[in-house]
């Protein structure tokens, strides 16, 4: 998770209902449209709910690319950082707060732990290890949305299509460019991968550029809804 994209949140210690004990709360599917439900319910910051977007879709890539189920790995990217605005862990807590509330909470709907441990992995404070190919992915792209995303905003047009892999690489030396994206995150997760780093990040912004509207990164004037944009929507 980056700074950048959650320096926009208001008040992230407002005061939320507690979450439903495990046993009333009523069994959910793991769908695409199940997991926006979730954004919206428990994120406010659009800025966030962007990141997540942006993660579904680096994930729905990394997914066609490895040979993987298309929809669950995109629920993983979606639903990573649901719970971060209300339990934002400032104390890096392992079997507390984000991400670990989230994933007790949806544990609790009866989701894969295939899902549910990629989540707890993308934290290094959990001391999840990261053994399936979903969890080593969504580690991977995490930062690296985050710091794509960056890039693109600070273009007099503010769209990703005018970010390329060179432009990239380049903020990622330039250690005052958003502070808060963990560049050893991105190179340690293209590793993990086996992907060359320039193949990775090609792979993410190519990605990031062809659903630009729903991540709110076309460029200035123009907005897309992310319910219904991303590709392959549940």
Wanted: with cysteine.
């Amino acid at each position: 998770q980056t700074s950048e994209i959650r320096c926009l949140i208001s008040d992230p210690r407002r005061h939320y209902p507690t979450t439903p004990s495990p046993a009333r709360i009523p069994p959910m599917p793991a769908t695409r449209q199940a997991a926006w439900s979730l954004v919206q319910e428990w994120t406010q910051s659009e800025s966030l709910r962007k990141h997540m977007l942006s993660v579904e879709t680096a994930m729905r890539a990394y997914a066609r690319r490895l040979g993987h189920d298309e929809e669950a790995w995109a629920v993983a990217g979606l639903i990573h950082d649901f719970d971060y605005e209300r339990f934002p862990n400032d104390a890096q807590a392992a079997d507390a707060e984000h991400p670990a509330e989230g994933v007790r909470y949806l544990r609790g709907l009866g989701w894969s732990e295939e899902i549910l441990e990629a989540v707890l992995g993308h934290a290094h404070y959990t001391g999840v290890a990261r053994v399936t190919p979903m969890a080593k992915a969504l580690f991977a792209v995490d930062e690296l949305t985050g710091l794509i995303t960056a890039c693109a905003l600070v273009k007099p047009s503010k769209a990703v299509r005018d970010v390329d892999v060179a432009g990239v690489r380049k903020k990622m030396k330039d250690k005052a460019f958003a502070r808060g994206v963990n560049r050893d995150d991105i190179v340690q997760g293209a590793e993990a991968l086996g992907v060359p780093l320039d193949e990775h990040i090609g792979l993410v912004l190519t990605a990031m550029q062809e659903n630009a509207p729903a991540l709110g990164l076309a460029g200035i004037g123009e907005t897309a809804s992310a319910s219904t944009t991303i590709s392959g929507d549940a």
